[in-house]
């Protein structure tokens, strides 16, 4: 049974509640007044209720057990019923069943339940600092087991909402120490193990704890895999020498093996990459970028200890991609980067026909129609050399050159059938969606519940709108108003006021001043009924949003939007106007004296007018490039993430690349990072 709706009215809720209490008072009238092995096999039976998510059905038990068990079982039932309509989102049956429910003078194990049942509600919605000052520390006596470990958990779980892994760990690791379920031990390891990887590179360097900590060894454990994520041997020695400092450390057993075979995949390198790119039409400029980059990072290797891959670039399109695809494979490359356009990379993800891993630059479309067959002769291979010249690692092939006159290639017209195809796909793209999603995702953190959207009236507008209002109702939020912008500053001054429900408010005035038949004096009020701004715009059309907020008298609410509203130069005249407005970035244009300054320094002296016009696609570029050794370890690790100058990239299921992105904030005209709140030990 799914759970219950938070959106859900008072009214319901009450009657919810009337329901359950009545029901388990008249099921409890036959029943006996002390504790039964009947008691107990229903008490059972409402704890199957609640691990199979019924959560409606163990709330009704839990209170039949309430109405017929003495206290102090009777208010402990009673607090595990709270608890399943928590869990259920029924919050409001939930508390006002937690304020009948009194449980002063009782032992320590009900006093402590109640604590932590509270603060799960404060949890549900989203007030973590509520819910750890409802976790008290001290209860003058020992714990039960159960209320122990309970209260353990939450309070971690406090910590982790409210942005502070630090403190969540830690209250973890001292978890382990009162588990014994290995289960349940390994469950917890694997949490610690996410918390630390999450971590920021700069709050991770700034924690420093002396071994033994067992907290510390987790955390340089981190940094070690980090560190050497591109060097196995060094890494397994560095890791050697931890287990010295921290021997029986818990991540011993299971997470530093998986960390070693994580590392082992990401020294898996290609010898032979082809990068399919537009070379003409409307995604020329935008390729010419991603191209740069990607080969600033391949430069980078030629100067390392080992040979770097031969590089081999084609023109792709929709309509040459198959033809393109099989020459590269004809001329040895053992992974593809590529294809950019959306079109070209549906049809690689619609396809089970690939022959070598790939890392496509775009995301398919989910709704696009199945590609046709591909004709008989492209489902074909042309021959090709085992290597191409070592002199030349880099190879532009021209659309128009004859298969035949591939480098490295033998020379002869003989066709083969394909190997059998690989399921080698991986999805990377800038997703203004994903883009979205994250400032939903990091309002919502902030602790605001409603929001107002405004976007441009344009097939752009309405994805990067979709996505936050999905994303935000996903987490319990309401979207208010949404109001769409045209492209005339009185458009965008109408929509700002119709959002605010100016007009509104200046309609009532006008109705009653006719009522009155005189004059008044009056100030028109914006809408009272939301916390946050969520603003889809680009560079110039943020510039007149943000006053146009300010003037309709929501300068106090803040603003939320994506990396679109910087144009990624400082320009503090133009850019003053957005001061407040939050946003999401790449570190390699939030924070360029950290994100490879020497990097960008030879980008900007070899491309200057790319890199002025094109910064982000050309990290792109980069990313593009260091990412392909490190796609099989962040599939066996989807919690170790790989630290790129785009965002902190990790693989979900469908191997799909997601970046984790740095905020900023607007001030005196600069986007300056957003200072994390974390504290340190």
């Given at each position: 049974?799914?759970?219950?709706?938070?959106?859900?009215?008072?009214?319901?809720?009450?009657?919810?509640?009337?329901?359950?209490?009545?029901?388990?008072?008249?099921?409890?009238?036959?029943?006996?007044?002390?504790?039964?092995?009947?008691?107990?096999?229903?008490?059972?039976?409402?704890?199957?209720?609640?691990?199979?998510?019924?959560?409606?059905?163990?709330?009704?038990?839990?209170?039949?057990?309430?109405?017929?068990?003495?206290?102090?079982?009777?208010?402990?039932?009673?607090?595990?019923?709270?608890?399943?309509?928590?869990?259920?989102?029924?919050?409001?049956?939930?508390?006002?069943?937690?304020?009948?429910?009194?449980?002063?003078?009782?032992?320590?194990?009900?006093?402590?339940?109640?604590?932590?049942?509270?603060?799960?509600?404060?949890?549900?919605?989203?007030?973590?600092?509520?819910?750890?000052?409802?976790?008290?520390?001290?209860?003058?006596?020992?714990?039960?087991?159960?209320?122990?470990?309970?209260?353990?958990?939450?309070?971690?779980?406090?910590?982790?909402?409210?942005?502070?892994?630090?403190?969540?760990?830690?209250?973890?690791?001292?978890?382990?120490?009162?588990?014994?379920?290995?289960?349940?031990?390994?469950?917890?390891?694997?949490?610690?193990?996410?918390?630390?990887?999450?971590?920021?590179?700069?709050?991770?360097?700034?924690?420093?704890?002396?071994?033994?900590?067992?907290?510390?060894?987790?955390?340089?454990?981190?940094?070690?895999?980090?560190?050497?994520?591109?060097?196995?041997?060094?890494?397994?020695?560095?890791?050697?020498?931890?287990?010295?400092?921290?021997?029986?450390?818990?991540?011993?057993?299971?997470?530093?093996?998986?960390?070693?075979?994580?590392?082992?995949?990401?020294?898996?390198?290609?010898?032979?990459?082809?990068?399919?790119?537009?070379?003409?039409?409307?995604?020329?400029?935008?390729?010419?970028?991603?191209?740069?980059?990607?080969?600033?990072?391949?430069?980078?290797?030629?100067?390392?200890?080992?040979?770097?891959?031969?590089?081999?670039?084609?023109?792709?399109?929709?309509?040459?991609?198959?033809?393109?695809?099989?020459?590269?494979?004809?001329?040895?490359?053992?992974?593809?980067?590529?294809?950019?356009?959306?079109?070209?990379?549906?049809?690689?993800?619609?396809?089970?026909?690939?022959?070598?891993?790939?890392?496509?630059?775009?995301?398919?479309?989910?709704?696009?129609?199945?590609?046709?067959?591909?004709?008989?002769?492209?489902?074909?291979?042309?021959?090709?050399?085992?290597?191409?010249?070592?002199?030349?690692?880099?190879?532009?092939?021209?659309?128009?050159?004859?298969?035949?006159?591939?480098?490295?290639?033998?020379?002869?017209?003989?066709?083969?059938?394909?190997?059998?195809?690989?399921?080698?796909?991986?999805?990377?793209?800038?997703?203004?969606?994903?883009?979205?999603?994250?400032?939903?995702?990091?309002?919502?953190?902030?602790?605001?519940?409603?929001?107002?959207?405004?976007?441009?009236?344009?097939?752009?507008?309405?994805?990067?709108?979709?996505?936050?209002?999905?994303?935000?109702?996903?987490?319990?939020?309401?979207?208010?108003?949404?109001?769409?912008?045209?492209?005339?500053?009185?458009?965008?001054a109408g929509a700002v006021k119709r959002l605010m429900n100016i007009d509104q408010s200046e309609q009532r005035a006008r109705?009653?001043?006719?009522?009155?038949?005189?004059?008044?004096?009056?100030?028109?009020?914006?809408?009272?009924?939301?916390?946050?701004?969520?603003?889809?715009?680009?560079?110039?059309?943020?510039?007149?949003?943000?006053?146009?907020?300010?003037?309709?008298?929501?300068?106090?609410?803040?603003?939320?939007?994506?990396?679109?509203?910087?144009?990624?130069?400082?320009?503090?005249?133009?850019?003053?106007?957005?001061?407040?407005?939050?946003?999401?970035?790449?570190?390699?244009?939030?924070?360029?004296?950290?994100?490879?300054?020497?990097?960008?320094?030879?980008?900007?002296?070899?491309?200057?007018?790319?890199?002025?016009?094109?910064?982000?696609?050309?990290?792109?570029?980069?990313?593009?490039?260091?990412?392909?050794?490190?796609?099989?370890?962040?599939?066996?690790?989807?919690?170790?993430?790989?630290?790129?100058?785009?965002?902190?990239?990790?693989?979900?299921?469908?191997?799909?690349?997601?970046?984790?992105?740095?905020?900023?904030?607007?001030?005196?005209?600069?986007?300056?990072?957003?200072?994390?709140?974390?504290?340190?030990?």
């Open positions: 049974m799914p759970p219950f709706s938070r959106v859900g009215h008072r009214a319901y809720a009450g009657r919810l509640l009337a329901f359950l209490l009545v029901t388990a008072v008249l099921s409890a009238c036959v029943a006996p007044s002390v504790v039964t092995d009947e008691m107990r096999a229903a008490e059972e039976t409402a704890r199957a209720y609640f691990s199979s998510h019924d959560y409606r059905a163990a709330a009704h038990a839990y209170l039949r057990l309430a109405a017929s068990a003495p206290s102090p079982k009777a208010e402990e039932y009673r607090l595990r019923a709270a608890e399943a309509l928590i869990a259920g989102q029924a919050l409001d049956p939930a508390r006002a069943l937690l304020k009948e429910t009194k449980v002063a003078g009782l032992p320590v194990g009900v006093r402590a339940r109640k604590d932590i049942v509270m603060a799960q509600l404060a949890l549900a919605e989203n007030r973590p600092q509520d819910a750890l000052a409802q976790l008290r520390t001290n209860y003058g006596e020992a714990l039960p087991t159960p209320e122990d470990q309970l209260l353990r958990r939450t309070r971690a779980q406090a910590y982790a909402q409210a942005a502070n892994p630090i403190e969540a760990a830690r209250e973890r690791v001292a978890l382990e120490l009162v588990l014994m379920d290995e289960e349940a031990i390994e469950a917890n390891r694997q949490a610690i193990w996410a918390l630390v990887n999450s971590l920021q590179p700069a709050i991770l360097e700034a924690v420093s704890l002396p071994p033994p900590d067992t907290l510390g060894g987790w955390l340089e454990l981190v940094a070690i895999g980090r560190q050497y994520a591109r060097d196995y041997r060094t890494a397994s020695a560095a890791i050697d020498q931890w287990r010295l400092r921290y021997p029986g450390h818990p991540a011993a057993q299971r997470v530093v093996p998986e960390l070693l075979d994580g590392l082992r995949y990401g020294v898996t390198r290609p010898r032979h990459i082809a990068l399919l790119l537009p070379q003409e039409g409307r995604f020329a400029q935008a390729a010419s970028a991603v191209e740069d980059g990607f080969i600033a990072a391949w430069f980078q290797d030629v100067n390392g200890e080992e040979p770097p891959p031969i590089l081999s670039i084609y023109s792709a399109s929709p309509e040459n991609l198959w033809t393109v695809y099989q020459e590269a494979v004809g001329a040895g490359a053992d992974f593809v980067v590529g294809p950019l356009d959306k079109a070209s990379v549906t049809l690689l993800a619609r396809t089970e026909r690939l022959q070598l891993p790939t890392l496509a630059l775009n995301k398919a479309a989910a709704d696009d129609p199945l590609p046709a067959e591909m004709p008989a002769q492209e489902q074909e291979v042309l021959p090709g050399a085992e290597t191409a010249s070592q002199t030349l690692p880099i190879v532009r092939v021209s659309q128009e050159t004859p298969s035949a006159g591939l480098p490295g290639q033998m020379g002869t017209n003989t066709m083969r059938p394909a190997p059998a195809p690989t399921k080698g796909l991986y999805q990377f793209a800038l997703s203004p969606e994903d883009e979205a999603t994250q400032a939903a995702e990091r309002a919502w953190l902030d602790g605001h519940t409603r929001a107002a959207v405004i976007a441009p009236d344009s097939e752009w507008g309405e994805r990067v709108a979709g996505a936050f209002r999905d994303a935000w109702e996903t987490r319990g939020g309401i979207v208010v108003a949404t109001q769409a912008y045209g492209k005339s500053d009185q458009d965008i109705q009653l001043i006719a009522q009155l038949g005189k004059r008044i004096e009056y100030e028109p009020r914006r809408r009272q009924d939301v916390d946050l701004v969520f603003m889809a715009a680009f560079a110039r059309q943020a510039r007149q949003l943000r006053p146009q907020l300010k003037f309709y008298r929501a300068s106090d609410l803040p603003v939320y939007a994506t990396s679109h509203v910087y144009s990624g130069k400082s320009s503090p005249r133009q850019d003053r106007d957005l001061d407040g407005v939050m946003f999401g970035d790449m570190p390699w244009v939030i924070s360029p004296d950290v994100a490879e300054p020497a990097l960008q320094q030879a980008i900007q002296q070899s491309w200057a007018d790319t890199a002025a016009t094109y910064n982000r696609l050309v990290a792109f570029g980069v990313d593009a490039y260091r990412l392909i050794p490190h796609l099989r370890r962040l599939q066996v690790q989807p919690y170790a993430p790989f630290e790129g100058v785009t965002g902190s990239i990790v693989l979900d299921d469908s191997n799909r690349v997601s970046r984790a992105l740095e905020w900023a904030q607007f001030r005196r005209g600069r986007a300056q990072p957003l200072e994390t709140d974390i504290p340190f030990p």
